[in-house]
């Protein structure tokens, strides 16, 4: 949905932007030190030592600055988008509601922070406050506004319609590779939803024993990186889309996480988790009508077992017999985007576009492999559209044997078996993800072809795996 707006003076920081170099988040993590402001401070330095306190994880401590200066400065514009823009971009949407709400005015405060309100109401789903907010938007005739106000329109829409088919989810993140389905949504919701992490390589679960001959353990310093399930927006018939086993579209929104989680697990440098919603009262899979917004995000964090440095969303849509995709890069610890990639693609050129889009996101994250002869080499795969596929029948298989789908959501993989019997000469990784397939396939009683059908790479780990799955 866009930025927070803010204003900063020239000694403060500037506003948030897509940075020219990639992101770099600190070893220690450390947080900036909250200092409080001097008796009689200005105005700017109350509002920095606020903001170094948001920084730092301290909301008490910013509102305890804040309280006092609204009541002093609450009309000026600098004020209310300064603390608007600096509550969002913390992750504290809620908080924009209860402080800026009950004093902004459109025509004296202008558009900025309406603008920030504007995401609050859509971030905590308050759909009849932001309709009339964005009516007021409107009102104002900015030009330039016109572009961003209907983009707003758009995803208010969106949410009208999910809310309409009783789809917010509650996001609930439990463990996929310890204690996957068990978690309890901390507020009730028409439909609940789970999200399921997978914290390695989906082909490796069942080769533990093999685990650190494939990829070698890590050291604690490391970034912690989270790939989302993508959103779905524009998808009206959303309960019965979920109901139904999995289509293409949907397998993608899920693989594609999975795809950048796996690749992001052969770099000494990250530590990365996908994740994937879940139904929990049906068995089935997920599906979200909008894009994740900034209390998705923070619940996310706050939930997960490790801090997270960065958090990857998006979205993937159909247009015109083409599929396109967005993807966004959020730095945590300041809930801020710093960057987005697009691309979009149709039969003829998806292996190219999606292995570009991989190599593009490998570059930004400054991503690099294990030294040679640690673990297995990473190769990226030949066909990533087949590679896509392997890995969305893997994680069905794997849900299904654990219990969290129904049975007919499960058996229709079994038509993905036979390419993903091709791919396995491809690499090591492409070998290692048959067998698992395979192994599950078996115990499920799923149709599937017999190892000595699909060529598999003559290495030591693979024979190992050979072994150990039998």
């Not at 005015?105 to 309406?114: C, N, S």
């Not at 593009?360 to 030949?382: D, L, V």
């Not at 036979?418 to 149709?447: F, H, I, K, M, Y």
Request: hydrophobic share 45%; aromatic share 6%.
């Amino acid at each position: 949905m866009g930025f927070f707006d803010r204003f900063r003076s020239p000694k403060a920081e500037s506003s948030p932007a897509t940075p020219a170099s990639p992101p770099a988040p600190t070893d220690d993590g450390a947080a900036a030190p909250s200092v409080a402001p001097a008796r009689g401070s200005s105005v700017a330095a109350i509002l920095v030592s606020a903001r170094e306190r948001l920084d730092a994880r301290d909301l008490p401590g910013a509102l305890a600055l804040y309280e006092p200066l609204l009541a002093s400065a609450g009309d000026r514009a600098d004020v209310l988008v300064t603390i608007s823009g600096d509550l969002g971009s913390t992750g504290h949407v809620a908080t924009i509601v209860e402080l800026i709400a009950p004093r902004y005015d459109a025509e004296r405060h202008g558009p900025a922070t309406g603008l920030n309100l504007l995401q609050a109401y859509l971030a905590t789903r308050n759909t009849t406050a932001a309709q009339h907010l964005l009516d007021i938007l409107f009102g104002l005739q900015r030009p330039e506004l016109e572009e961003r106000l209907h983009g707003f329109s758009n995803a208010l829409a969106d949410l009208i319609e999910a809310e309409n088919q009783g789809v917010i989810p509650a996001a609930v993140p439990t463990d996929a590779g310890s204690a996957a389905g068990t978690a309890t949504p901390a507020a009730p919701a028409a439909s609940r939803i789970n999200l399921v992490t997978i914290s390695r390589p989906i082909w490796i679960y069942g080769l533990e024993p093999i685990g650190e001959q494939v990829i070698p353990a890590k050291s604690d310093r490391v970034r912690r990186v989270a790939f989302a399930q993508l959103a779905q927006p524009g998808v009206t018939d959303v309960l019965e889309r979920t109901r139904a086993p999995e289509d293409d579209l949907g397998r993608l929104s899920r693989a594609l996480p999975l795809w950048l989680a796996e690749t992001f697990s052969f770099s000494p440098l990250y530590a990365p988790i996908a994740t994937v919603g879940l139904v929990d009262e049906g068995k089935h899979y997920a599906l979200f009508p909008g894009e994740w917004s900034t209390d998705n995000l923070r619940q996310l964090a706050e939930t997960h077992s490790q801090p997270l440095d960065y958090i990857f969303t998006g979205a993937v849509r159909r247009i015109a017999g083409d599929t396109e995709i967005i993807l966004r890069v959020w730095e945590v610890r300041k809930f801020r985007e710093r960057k987005q990639f697009t691309a979009r693609w149709n039969p003829a050129n998806a292996d190219a576009i999606l292995a570009g889009l991989q190599e593009q996101i490998r570059q930004f994250m400054e991503w690099r492999p294990f030294p040679e002869g640690q673990g297995i080499a990473y190769t990226p795969p030949h066909s990533p559209i087949a590679w896509l596929e392997v890995l969305a029948a893997s994680l069905t298989c794997f849900l299904g044997e654990k219990g969290l789908l129904q049975p007919d959501h499960v058996a229709p993989t079994a038509s993905l078996f036979p390419a993903a019997a091709q791919t396995a000469l491809a690499s090591e990784s492409a070998s290692l993800a048959w067998l698992t397939l395979q192994d599950r396939a078996r115990r499920l009683n799923l149709g599937h072809s017999d190892s000595g059908d699909a060529l598999l790479v003559d290495s030591p780990v693979v024979g190992a795996a050979r072994a150990l799955l039998g």
